[in-house]
């Protein structure tokens, strides 16, 4: 290198070390005026919502749509996403429950959503995960909902009939599957274990690789790792890549999921109201009158008021045989005068009403 490239290299470092100094200044006045905040919430007394989940939605929309580059407007508003998260734990440390143990995609997605600065609490099951919350031993809990090759998680919806609790945020994940044993070679492995959507999501591979192992369907593909980390060879579980450096596994095979574009869907639940923030969605939970044509009654005012539904899934409603009660996904905030009135509608034709929540729309 000459002399001259040398020279620009070094005026070149120097102007980042002078950016890095304004960048860091301008973080730390960030963080003092989120303490100040914090301040004015608490004199003001009462119970203080520190995290506002439409705030932060606007916030990180924004970013994307003013990124001129050349960073990535998605990898700009990770960044922010972390600012926002750290700011908010010098006002108040958040306490989020997901669903584990550690290494499991659900940490991945509450750590999405939040950023690092919250304290994570691990559950073993989606019910424990749903009681922190209720009991305030959690702000928030992360749980799945919707997978694109499998579809619903059943045990998610089933806890929101009897919950108090709200739909406050949704994180989205990429999702994919490595397979994690102690063994070095795919012919020594005799079981495998992983949650049984992670079975599914993996089938082909299963069949095609290891046609003869048995199959063992557990809580978590984390907790998988973790039984295969303390059990004698043989084994191996289905986990994200990440499980493999907590519990000490080698990785046998990559991405092993049979469809490409392999996403789960996360609900963030609460016990707020959540604001408009006009990129919204709603969801609810409704049963249906004992009558002829009841399903089509129920839809027949979102239809009229242009009024998008974008998921409806059944679930049993456990209160009589053949009596099901009905989650419904619609586009916009229960604020909007459409949406208000299209509800108040189909609250008259349901034998049971729910409004379990209006939250933004994932962002990243």
């Known amino acids: 290198m000459s002399d001259k490239e040398q020279k620009a290299l070094e005026q070149i470092r120097q102007q980042i070390d002078d950016i ?8 730390n006045q960030r963080t003092a ?6 301040r004015i919430k608490i004199e003001n007394g009462g119970h203080a919502d520190f995290y506002r989940p439409d705030r932060e939605a606007m916030v990180l929309r924004n970013v994307m749509e003013r990124n001129q580059g050349p960073l990535s407007a998605e990898e700009m508003a990770r960044l922010f996403r972390e600012i926002m998260s750290a700011c908010l734990a010098a006002e108040k440390t958040l306490q989020v429950a997901y669903l584990g143990p550690e290494g ?8 999405k ?5 919250v304290e994570l609490h691990s559950m073993s099951t989606i019910a424990d995960v749903f009681h922190a919350v209720e009991t305030g031993h959690a702000c928030y809990g992360v749980v799945p909902v919707e997978n694109s090759t499998e579809g619903m998680v059943s045990h998610t919806l089933d806890r929101f009939i009897a919950s108090p609790l709200k739909i406050n945020g949704e994180v989205t994940l990429r999702i994919h599957h490595y397979l994690l044993s ?19 999501q993996c089938r082909q591979w299963l069949t095609e690789e290891l046609a003869e192992a048995e199959l063992i369907p557990l809580n978590s593909n984390a907790e998988a790792a973790r039984k295969v980390a303390s059990e004698p060879a043989g084994t191996a579980a289905i986990a994200a890549n990440r499980a493999a450096e907590i519990y000490g596994l ?9 469809e490409v574009d392999n996403t789960t869907r996360f609900l963030v639940i609460g016990s707020q109201e959540v604001g408009a923030t006009g990129g919204d969605k709603t969801a609810l939970l409704v049963s249906t009158k004992n009558k002829p044509g009841a399903l089509q009654s129920l839809l027949t005012p979102l239809a009229e008021s242009g009024i998008s539904m974008t998921r409806i899934e059944s679930r049993p409603s456990r209160k009589g045989i053949w009596e ?10 229960i604020s909007e005068a459409d949406v208000a ?13 729910r409004i379990l929540g209006s939250y933004p729309k994932a962002v990243l």
Do not use: C, W
């Not at 102690?182 to 959507?197: G, T």
């Not at 609250?347 to 009403?353: G, L, T």
């Open 20 to 27: 890095d100094l304004k960048v860091q200044d301008l973080l």
């Open 33 to 38: 005026m989120a303490q100040e905040v914090a």
């Open 104 to 111: 499991s995609f659900t940490q991945a997605a509450a750590q």
């Open 113 to 117: 959503h939040f950023g690092g600065s």
């Open 182 to 200: 102690k063994e070095k070679d795919l012919k020594a492995i005799r079981r495998v274990y992983a949650h049984p959507q992670a079975l599914a």
């Open 250 to 258: 080698s990785v046998l095979a990559n991405n092993i999921e049979d």
């Open 324 to 333: 099901y009660v009905f989650f419904i996904d619609i586009e916009g905030h």
């Open 341 to 353: 009135g299209a509800l108040k509608r189909l609250e008259q034709e349901s034998s049971m009403f």
